[in-house]
């Protein structure tokens, strides 16, 4: 079973906020990402990790930003939210040993108003 | 052209058919491949994986892999209305070591 855990499960927030999502594995992967997912739509990468003080912009240009300071905690953070901001972010972590395998936590639903 | 291309759905299957997923991908370097399953409003969760040419087999789930042909399908037995889902094809390309997804393909299983 699968120890990742994202919080908060759903925000609204208005225009101009700074918010954080939460991400935190118990795992103890080395691996972790942030993908982006509007209902119906495709995953799209914006983040990832390959361990402490590392991070990497993902396949999808994102204003948001991330920090790696412990194994275990991958957070998002967005200066300033916009409408445009809204979306289901999804947080995911792998064993470095390699295979890809995927973890996912619950994700964050996020509208800003 | 997306790097992993899936048929959006919806593919709708009697209950107790066989539901066949298709994907294709370009990345002629990629290594390993996935299918997650992701019911509607939340997140995906891994059901298969498959490395080498050819069928695994897991329960009621066949993942196939014909990497000469770029492609890897997925094949559920004996649906039940459970099966109702999007379902994901990953692909981990030959550098970076990042997966790819594709849209997804919906699947309606109806009693």
């Known amino acids: 079973e699968a120890d990742i855990y994202q919080t908060p499960r759903y925000l609204v927030i208005g225009t101009g906020k700074k918010i954080t999502l939460e991400c935190s594995q118990t795992?103890?992967?080395?691996?972790m990402y942030w993908y982006q997912q509007d209902p119906g739509m495709e995953l799209h990468l914006i983040h990832y990790s390959y361990g402490v003080n590392s991070t990497e912009k993902g396949d999808l240009s994102s204003e948001s930003t991330v920090s790696r300071i412990r194994t275990e905690h991958f957070p998002l953070t967005l200066e300033s939210a916009r409408p445009s901001h809204t979306s289901q972010y999804l947080c995911?972590?792998?064993?470095?040993?390699?295979?890809?395998?995927?973890?996912f936590g619950s994700g964050t639903q996020l509208s800003v108003l | 052209q997306k790097e992993v291309e899936q048929n959006s759905g919806p593919l709708s299957v009697p209950e107790g058919a066989i539901a066949s997923l298709n994907c294709t991908y370009s990345?002629?370097?990629?290594?390993?491949f996935f299918w997650y399953r992701q019911y509607s409003g939340k997140s995906p969760e891994l059901i298969m994986s498959i490395y080498s040419n050819g069928d695994k087999e897991d329960g009621r789930f066949t993942a196939q892999l014909n990497k000469a042909s770029q492609y890897v399908s997925l094949l559920i037995r004996d649906s039940q209305p459970s099966d109702s889902a999007t379902y994901l094809c990953?692909?981990?390309?030959?550098?970076?070591?990042?997966?790819?997804f594709g849209g997804g393909t919906r699947v309606l299983v109806k009693p």
């Open positions: 990953a692909v981990n390309g030959d550098a970076g070591n990042k997966l790819t």
């Open positions: 990345d002629r370097g990629s290594q390993s």
């Open positions: 795992m103890g992967h080395d691996k």
């Open positions: 995911a972590s792998s064993d470095a040993q390699g295979n890809e395998k995927l973890f």
